[in-house]
């Protein structure tokens, strides 16, 4: 099994910044992809960002490019999204999830173990 744990969201001003992280623990895979979702109050889970497990090219939803970034740290087994420009949209509950799919999966179906979430909210 796979455990995963986000935490950093909380309430902000629109034009603020949050660093969301993912502790993940457990079972290991060679080849993984790690995702970012977002769900609104009375909307679908929609995909935010994702990375391979290789690196290289990272993976954005078109309503966050330029503002979100994804990045890990090896060493403390983290994933991170680094959220700047935040907007009253951006309110949502973030999750962080794990693929065993390599071919940058954006659909939450596709992910294989997801975190408890943690809210952000942005006020206007």
């Known amino acids: 099994q796979v455990q995963l744990v986000e935490s950093g969201g909380g309430l902000v001003h629109a034009g603020g910044s949050l660093r969301l992280s993912c502790a993940a623990s457990?079972?290991?895979?060679?080849?993984?992809?790690m995702g970012w979702f977002r769900q609104a109050a009375g909307k679908v889970r929609e995909f935010v960002a994702a990375?391979?497990?290789?690196?290289?090219?990272?993976y954005y939803a078109d309503s966050v490019k330029g503002r979100f970034t994804i990045s890990r740290d090896n060493a403390k087994n983290t994933v991170y999204l680094q959220i700047n420009s935040l907007r009253p949209e951006d309110t949502a509950v973030y999750y962080c999830a794990l693929s065993r799919l390599v071919v940058v999966p954006r659909t939450a179906p596709e992910y294989d173990y997801w975190g408890q979430g943690t809210q952000v909210t942005v006020s206007s």
């Open positions: 990375m391979t497990w290789i690196g290289g090219t990272n």
């Open positions: 457990g079972r290991t895979f060679s080849r993984y992809t």
